[in-house]
């Protein structure tokens, strides 16, 4: 079992590109929640999602991001038009089902860098 | 406001001793209490889950305890290693008021175990 994949690694983009991330689930979980790492910052629950669901978006910024978890394929996350406040660490996590029983399995994360 | 405050943002400890970390929290009434383990440039890696009803919890060296009296939980890891060097994230579950519930990080402690 590969885990939770995410990709890129590393993504530079300039002022004003769209950064697309994308994660795919381990296999047999379908409850996808993207977060948010500034440095010296927690963890900032950004989105949660399944299968072409958005459950809860709370923590997403009203303006220039959006997320999809489409039937097939990963779930993506884009941000258009980037700023440098959005340089930052992105997470993915995915669980089986019901929070209150498992622990979230995460990805090695999307570093985002806006030069 | 909601908070979760990890008191220490850094402790070391001398090999083969128990380390413990503290969670507090306040204005939360959470139903369950996760720690997870985070290395740099890595994803948070799930460690335990304790549930409200529950005072205590073990895993190997590990030990978790939840008192919702006092709002707070403690982690312990006894016979330290330096392989324990790691950033520990407490996690609280957290109604979104978007009709579902998130986990809530704190902003972890950095232990150092000195050989």
């Known amino acids: 079992n590969a885990g939770v994949m995410q990709n890129p690694r590393h993504l530079v983009r300039r002022r004003g590109q769209e950064a697309r991330l994308r994660c795919s689930p381990m296999?047999?979980?379908?409850?996808v929640y993207w977060y948010r790492q500034l440095p010296e910052e927690g963890l900032k629950f950004m989105v949660y999602l399944q299968k072409e669901n958005i459950i809860d978006e709370s923590g997403m910024p009203k303006e220039r991001f959006s997320a999809e978890f489409p039937k097939e394929g990963p779930s993506i996350l884009r941000i258009q038009q980037v700023v440098r406040g959005d340089s930052a660490a992105y997470f993915c996590?995915?669980?089986?089902?019901?929070?209150?029983?498992?622990?979230?399995?995460f990805g090695s994360g999307t570093r985002l860098t806006v030069v | 406001s909601q908070k979760i405050e990890q008191n220490s943002e850094a402790l070391n400890i001398q090999e083969g001793k128990t380390a413990t970390l503290t969670c507090n929290y306040t204005n939360y009434s959470p139903a369950y209490l996760q720690w997870y383990r985070q290395d740099p440039g890595r994803g948070p890696v799930f460690l335990l889950l304790i549930r409200e009803n529950e005072k205590e919890k073990r895993k190997e060296r590990l030990k978790v305890t939840f008192d919702t009296t006092l709002k707070q939980s403690l982690f312990h890891i006894t016979a330290s290693q330096p392989a324990d060097s790691a950033t520990y994230l407490c996690?609280?579950?957290?109604?979104?008021?978007?009709?579902?519930?998130?986990?809530?990080f704190g902003k972890g402690t950095k232990l150092s175990v000195i050989p």
């Open positions: 296999k047999g979980h379908s409850h």
């Open positions: 996590a995915s669980s089986p089902g019901f929070l209150a029983n498992y622990g979230y399995t």
């Open positions: 996690a609280l579950d957290r109604y979104s008021g978007a009709g579902s519930y998130q986990l809530t």
